[in-house]
């Protein structure tokens, strides 16, 4: 078996911004194993943007190259999409049940989450990635109703029965009887969207109770205080997944 701290492990991800490289970075940090942020790096010390952009437009050889950031590095290895990082660094970090079920399990949710994601996204940017938020402004809006009105509870209302299957629990979390890198990411969901909508999460959260929990849980577990507290997490900001538009934070019947 490889020694884990023997493992170089790169992710490169977008430097300033939480993104979707956040929840890699997430599993990382509960697990107490390094990782280096390429991208955040200075260009001497192979670093940059410029580092990344270079394994995205293949001029390295790659096998597969990556369509787009998070990508994940070890060796020759080269592993791009969220959710196949996760199900690749599950086992290896410890943050996955052992059995096929439970891998498949958090896989599914994970993916769930990803769908969730994009989601988000479009509340700001509905029409095209390519346009200024302020050039898509009116159908973001409209956008955002239907998300903070219909499909963000419609997502949380599914983690939060996903919890509830098993309500003996004291502490559940969403696969097996451990933590797994899903509730890390499910957190991390709670936080963007707090941010984002914090006056729609007000009113949503009394109906997600356990949702709020497993954030509260994994908040406080020491090692993602610690990286809470931490330069290496970056704030919130208006250029990432999750952002604050006053705006967009509307009561359903408000959009039009
Ligand atoms: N499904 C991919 C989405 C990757 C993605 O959209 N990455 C964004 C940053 S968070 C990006 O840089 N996209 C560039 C593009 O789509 O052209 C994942 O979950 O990792």
Do not use: C
Not at 37 to 56: N, S
Not at 118 to 124: A, L, P, R, S, W
Not at 159 to 174: N, T
């Amino acid at each position: 078996m490889t020694k884990r701290n023997e493992v170089r492990y790169e992710l490169y991800y977008w430097p300033g911004i939480q993104g979707r490289g956040e929840f890699v970075r997430l599993a990382f940090e509960e697990a107490d194993v390094p990782y280096v942020d390429v991208a955040r790096l200075p260009r001497a010390e192979g670093g940059g943007v410029h580092a990344m952009q270079e394994l995205l437009d293949g001029v390295r050889g790659l096998a597969l190259p990556p369509f787009a950031p998070p990508f994940l590095r070890v060796g020759d290895l080269v592993i791009a999409q969220t959710a196949a990082i996760l199900l690749y660094l599950g086992p290896r970090l410890g943050l996955v049940p052992d059995d096929e079920a439970g891998r498949l399990g958090a896989h599914q949710l994970q993916l769930t989450i990803a769908d969730l994601i994009g989601e988000v996204h479009d509340t700001h940017h509905p029409i095209a990635t390519s346009l200024y938020y302020e050039d898509q402004k009116r159908e973001a809006k409209l956008r955002a109703r239907a998300f903070v009105g219909e499909r963000m509870p419609k997502f949380l209302g599914y983690f939060e029965r996903v919890l509830a299957r098993d309500d003996s629990r004291r502490e559940p979390y969403l696969v097996g009887a451990a933590l797994s890198y899903v509730d890390l990411s499910l957190f991390q969901v709670v936080a963007g969207l707090r941010y984002a909508f914090p006056r729609a999460m007000a009113r949503l959260e009394p109906a997600i109770p356990r949702t709020v929990a497993v954030h509260d849980r994994i908040a406080a577990r020491p090692r993602i205080a610690a990286y809470l507290a931490s330069a290496r997490r970056l704030p919130f900001n208006e250029e990432g997944i999750f952002r604050r538009y006053p705006e967009l934070d509307v009561e359903p019947e408000q959009g039009a």
